[in-house]
T-cell receptor
Framework: SQQGEEDPQALSIQEGENATMNCSYK?????LQWYRQNSGRGLVHLIL?????REKHSGRLRVTLDTSKKSSSLLITASRAADTASYFC??????????????FGKGTKLSVKP | DTAVSQTPKYLVTQMGNDKSIKCEQN?????MYWYKQDSKKFLKIMFS???????INETVPNRFSPKSPDKAHLNLHINSLELGDSAVYFC?????????????FGEGSWLTVV
């Protein structure tokens, strides 16, 4: 069954603005990952946050995790047109995915206008 | 060099036909996967193999038969294709099948059944 739910489903912003995407999940997890998918391409791993972490940074990306609310957010600062893509959260762990497999949400489609 | 490569990238075929999609990874990973992404971008795991052994089979019709001749290859054979099989199929790999691994995706195979 589907685990993650991203919100919003679609987001359109201007270049230079920040983009925030949210993910909610249903069961206990060991970790949560964010992936990016450009149109017509495969998914690319962005960042992993473990259940005992609250915040993680990677370049212009900032991920937060609130296990009490079963939610995570991905913030992209100073967005660029090249950030246009779909972003997926994925949960893994004994409850969030059997035998280590990741369960993906439906994704947020981000459009950054130049 | 492409880390996870799958062929063909595009496949158009008639209902009832049998087709195969091939996948190879040169990352030295132990675990390989097949995921299906439907028209709504929902990505769902189909199979997972670890060192040539099947470890996940997520209620996929038995018309779908994965074959792993060695740990670097995981091919997907589909018998008696149906219209509903039209989707993008992604091969992927990870170092092990434990949760917390980054999954590396291929570029996808676009299957259209007419």
């Amino acid at each position: 069954s589907q685990q993650g739910e991203e919100d919003p489903q679609a987001l359109s912003i201007q270049e230079g603005e920040n983009a925030t995407m949210n993910c909610s999940y249903k069961t206990s997890i060991n970790n949560l990952q964010w992936y990016r998918q450009n149109s017509g391409r495969g998914l690319v791993h962005l960042i992993l946050i473990r259940s005992n972490e609250r915040e993680k940074h990677s370049g212009r990306l900032r991920v937060t995790l609130d296990t009490s609310k079963k939610s995570s957010s991905l913030l992209i600062t100073a967005s660029r047109a090249a950030d246009t893509a779909s972003y997926f959260c994925a949960t893994g762990g004994r409850y969030g995915g059997s035998q280590g497999n990741l369960i993906f949400g439906k994704g947020t489609k981000l459009s950054v206008k130049p | 060099d492409t880390a996870v490569s799958q062929t063909p990238k595009y496949l158009v075929t008639q209902m009832g036909n049998d087709k195969s999609i091939k996948c190879e990874q040169n990352l030295g990973h132990d675990t390989m996967y097949w995921y299906k992404q439907d028209s709504k971008k929902f990505l769902k795991i189909m199979f997972s193999y670890n060192n040539k052994e099947l470890i996940i089979n997520e209620t996929v019709p038995n018309r779908f038969s994965p074959k792993s001749p060695d740990k670097a290859h995981l091919n997907l054979h589909i018998n008696s294709l149906e219209l509903g099989d039209s989707a993008v199929y992604f091969c992927a790999s990870s170092p092990t099948h434990s949760s917390g691994n980054t999954i590396y995706f291929g570029e996808g195979s676009w299957l259209t059944v007419v």
